[in-house]
């Protein structure tokens, strides 16, 4: 029998696709492994990663996360009650069969929309993944998870509190997210530019523009289009997002109260045959 391939080397060669972006062509002469086989290794080994690392890097956040997260922005962005920045991404795909414009985007080229709430530590909190690059981001709120659990309180939100020093009545915690999205009791959208400069608001809302950033400079294999079917491009983006939120919580300049995490060598991949 041919030689098995270790957990090690599938990890890295997943690895090294999601980093540099490189063709399957490309992979095949750096690792002397069949293109299918790469295809293989990569769409396995990131199913694995967002199986085993989702629950620890993204857990469905409580009250007390909640609450965590709003301290975060008003320590960092002073702005109070805000539990995170929403937007939405497009990913380069390549064209699916028989789709039409469904996925032409309003930028000229097709994509699938990576919707994301993120905290003031640049990691991602709820993700929504896979809706047409042509739908608008309201659109795809409205029908996500994320915005019926928001609408039916089925996220565990805290009770208003008072914002510091006022003594007003309690003021709900809010999503901050740009004009696209519709004004509601948690989510809160700029002033109109007419009425009053919205600079300060756009500098917290930059929160989630950092985090896609980050994640496209760390990941670049969203550089250029995802040359692979709609559903391996979600188990990529997935995976991408994932070891996003792993880098951030295992940095150095994180924050010191964050408990520790496993380690990747520790999630154990199964060896798959090839």
């Known amino acids: 029998m041919r030689r098995s391939i270790s957990p090690e080397e599938r990890l890295l060669v997943m690895l090294r696709f999601l980093k540099t972006g490189n063709s399957f062509a490309s992979l095949h002469y750096e690792f002397l492994l069949e293109i299918s086989t790469i295809s293989g290794i990569v769409c396995h080994t990131c199913q694995q990663i967002w199986q085993r690392l989702r629950d620890a890097v993204m857990p469905q956040p409580k009250a007390e996360d909640w609450l965590r997260i709003a301290d975060g922005f008003y320590q960092s962005a002073q702005f109070p009650n805000c539990i995170g ?3 939405g991404k497009h990913i380069r795909v390549k064209k699916p069969p ?8 309003f930028k000229q080229y097709f994509s699938k929309v990576l919707l994301a709430l993120v905290d003031s530590n640049y990691r991602f909190i709820i993700v929504d993944i896979g ?5 608008a981001d309201a659109r795809i709120f409205c029908s996500s998870r994320i915005g019926e659990r928001l609408r039916t309180n089925q996220l565990a939100l805290p009770e208003p509190r008072r914002l510091p020093g006022s003594s007003a009545s309690a003021a709900p915690f809010v999503i901050v997210a740009d004009e ?5 009791p948690h989510v809160m959208q700029p002033f109109p530019r007419r009425d009053l400069d919205d600079r300060v608001f756009n ?4 929160r989630v523009e950092c985090a896609f950033g980050i994640l496209s400079h760390k990941w ?3 550089m250029s289009s995802l040359q692979m079917s709609l559903q391996n491009a979600t188990l990529v983006i997935q995976a991408c997002v994932i070891l996003h939120n792993f880098t951030r919580i295992h940095d150095a300049h994180s924050e010191p109260e964050v408990a520790p995490f496993p380690t990747i060598t520790s999630i154990g991949f199964r060896a798959k045959s090839t």
């Open 85 to 87: 920045a929403l937007d």
């Open 98 to 105: 028989h789709s039409g414009s469904l996925y032409f985007n």
């Open 131 to 135: 809706a047409y690059g042509s739908t």
């Open 180 to 184: 696209g999205f519709a004004l509601s």
């Open 203 to 206: 500098y917290r809302l930059s």
């Open 220 to 222: 670049r294999v969203f």
